[in-house]
């Protein structure tokens, strides 16, 4: 079928396109096991429910802070750090580590603050800050916040469904905070959430309860990694859904990255990439672009962005321009290919050696088209 060969086309073009403008070295082979890159201003976040204020038997969460997201995902972590190998190398294999980077990559590159400019929600100096600052604030008027909550909230909620925080909630009630603003588009208890997003709100609530049960048998990472992206997808497509507003707030180079970044998401969960602590460091810090992109950016001439960042802003474009032209064919094409463990391990490794060994990951390519011709699914 000619629409499958888009797929390999693409991958082909980033490579080509990056070993031609220059060798990657230096930062590039840093030894990723040794530098835990822990998300900004983790160990501000707070550790445990504990953490939070608490009056008249209740917990406060503001979600519409930095650090109060954040603590929801280190709860989660804590939580779940045995079952998904937590406490080994420091715990960072856990697979939930992806989603607080993505947070803290958010919070450093300003893609939370307020985009409409009227309020000085999520601006200010990220070095010195006072009490007034409002850098932690996480507005509803950005896409990338909006987008989030669900990538926060309604994990934590279902956590906490699965009788995760049972020690420290101790008959306490749990209340968070809806935003000034668009407040009908989010759901902020357990039942609320599973009226509201049935599917997505299922599949994490299958996702905690493996995570439960393993725990006293032997916890598979690819199950595991299953189960976490299916709850991943669905809850970026609910969000999807809600948010053009927002996102008409963005710059056009902005807007199709954030679109290139959902169809990009779509293309890990295929392969099952383990979103640990590693992977996703290495992924994001060399990938993903370490400001907001503006009217006039025109990749892979940006000035200030590294080659990298600007062959994949540039290859995620081509990415949503020869998807579109083929009627979305590509993305469903390499879902349809990673349809075995063996070619995903094949998906996960091209996408490792993506920026460090671009014609090792050519190889892997071939490999690929080769596993898929001799062997189909
Ligand atoms: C404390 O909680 C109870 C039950 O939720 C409520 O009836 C009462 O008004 C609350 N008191 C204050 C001071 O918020
Ligand atoms: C907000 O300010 C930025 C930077 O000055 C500008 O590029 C953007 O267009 C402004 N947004 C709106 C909605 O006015
Ligand atoms: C933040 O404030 C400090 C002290 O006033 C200053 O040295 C630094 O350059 C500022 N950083 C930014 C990004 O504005
Ligand atoms: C935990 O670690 C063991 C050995 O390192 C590995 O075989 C297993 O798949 C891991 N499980 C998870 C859920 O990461
Ligand atoms: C391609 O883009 C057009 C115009 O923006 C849009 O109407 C159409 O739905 C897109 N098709 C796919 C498959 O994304």
Redesign the pocket.
Known sequence: MKSKLFIFWIPLTCLTGISLIQPIHSKDDTDWKNVPQFPRYWEKAPASLAEYPK????VYINPWNYLDRQGMYKSIIEATGKQLNGTELGGNLNLIWGLPLQHGWQFETGRLRDFTNRTLCGFGNDTHFDEKSEIFCVSPKSWWASMNYYLSVLPFLAAMDAGYFKDEIKGL?VELKPPNFNADKFCYEIKDCKNKEIKSMKSLSDFFSYLKKCSQTKCETDIAAEKLWKAHVELIDAGTKLFDDELSLLSSAEQRFGKGWVKTVSMLAAIRFRTNMIQTSKFQELGLPKRILWETDAAPNIQDLSQTENMCLYVLDLLLYWDNLSGGSIVSTWNAVMCSEATRKIGRTIMTDLFQSPLSAANDIMSLLWTRITRGC
């Open positions: 009056n008249n038997n209740t009630k």
